[in-house]
């Protein structure tokens, strides 16, 4: 009886094992389909994108942006007018992975400041890269209407 039980734990505890593995697999979170064209590569998951020149926050799950307005947190699809002709695609994007981290924006303003006005290199965003992770992006998923968006390997 003991030759058959040894043999049947052991068999348990690989199929235990196995789950377990095929489990944390499944939990990775990837949203590089939800991610605007004019978002930064690398990422295959984003929460947050931290606009430091405008100090505006962009939530990508909800595709909506977040900024303030008359000390209030305004949660919208688009900018408001005062940002109209504001370069989404040209100006630097922080990716930002903590929950609602503009409710401590004065902690990522001073943080990321740097990035204020930005003169360095420019980051390589989703529309103009050759990651075959992006490729499948259509013409107009822009997620505000900001500039056009446009397949990889189309340029201007």
């Known amino acids: 009886m003991k030759k058959l039980i040894v043999p049947f734990i052991l068999i348990l505890a690989l199929v235990g ?8 697999r499944l939990n990775v979170n990837v949203n590089i389909g939800n991610q605007p064209v004019w978002g930064p590569v690398g990422y295959d ?6 606009l430091p020149d405008i100090d505006v926050w962009y939530n990508v799950p909800n595709r909506q942006y977040i900024y303030l307005d008359g000390g209030r947190w305004i949660f919208a699809a688009s900018l ?3 940002y109209r002709g504001f370069d989404l695609y040209g100006s630097y994007k922080v990716v930002v992975n903590d929950p609602r981290p503009y409710l401590r924006a004065d902690v990522y303003r001073v943080k990321y400041k740097e990035y204020k006005g930005w003169k360095g290199p420019r980051q390589v965003i989703i529309r103009d890269s050759r990651d ?10 822009n997620h505000n209407g900001q500039g056009r968006g446009k397949k990889k390997g189309h340029r201007d």
């Open 45 to 50: 998951y984003v929460e947050y994108y931290y």
């Open 17 to 24: 094992s196995t789950e377990t593995n095929a489990q944390v």
């Open 132 to 141: 075959v992770r992006y490729v499948q992006r259509h013409d107009n998923d």
């Open 80 to 82: 408001p007018g005062r």
